[in-house]
């Protein structure tokens, strides 16, 4: 993919959306990335999450827990549960980073993130179209809009 003057880089707890043709750039180690594309709207819709889940409530557009990721992607498609099937999703990160060393009460962070996303989109009625998930190493994801495409590349 060629360097385009539209990249959109999305950071850690955010959410963005495009539907003119713009390239992702997502860098992950544990956090979460989700792709949704509205293949009625060719619109985009890329969340960066930190973390496994809120118990409180979402304020605004916010991608630091996946379940409020996801829940801002689907106020910035503005989809409607019966569309939810007919979104295409793909899932990235989840990585050990840190191999051994335990950030949540259930295990690793990567993992705990792993389990929110799928359980959380599997609740909801999406369908995941591609994943790639887990490992010892971080990704770099460029997702090309426009020819809805991507690429990742592992940091070893």
Not at 24 to 46: D, H, V, W
Not at 77 to 100: C, Q, R, T, W
Request: charged share 20%; net charge positive.
């Amino acid at each position: 993919m060629e360097n385009n003057k539209n990249e959109i880089y999305v950071k850690i707890s955010e959410v963005k959306k495009t539907s003119n043709g713009g390239i992702f750039k997502i860098t992950l180690g544990s956090c979460i990335g989700i792709l949704m594309r509205n293949p009625l709207t060719n619109e985009f819709a890329l969340a960066h999450c930190l973390l496994p889940q809120a118990y409180e409530e979402k304020e605004g557009l916010s991608a630091k827990y996946v379940n409020h990721g996801i829940d801002s992607m689907i106020e910035i498609l503005k989809l409607n549960p019966s569309e939810f099937s007919k979104i295409e999703v793909s899932i990235f990160g989840g990585a050990n980073m840190l191999k051994g060393f335990v950030h949540h009460p259930t295990g690793k962070v990567g993992e705990a993130n792993i389990l929110a996303v799928n359980t959380y989109l599997m609740k909801k009625g999406f369908f995941i179209k591609y994943s790639d998930l887990g490992g010892y190493f971080g990704r770099n994801i460029v997702i090309d809009t426009q020819k809805n495409e991507f690429v990742v590349t592992y940091l070893k």
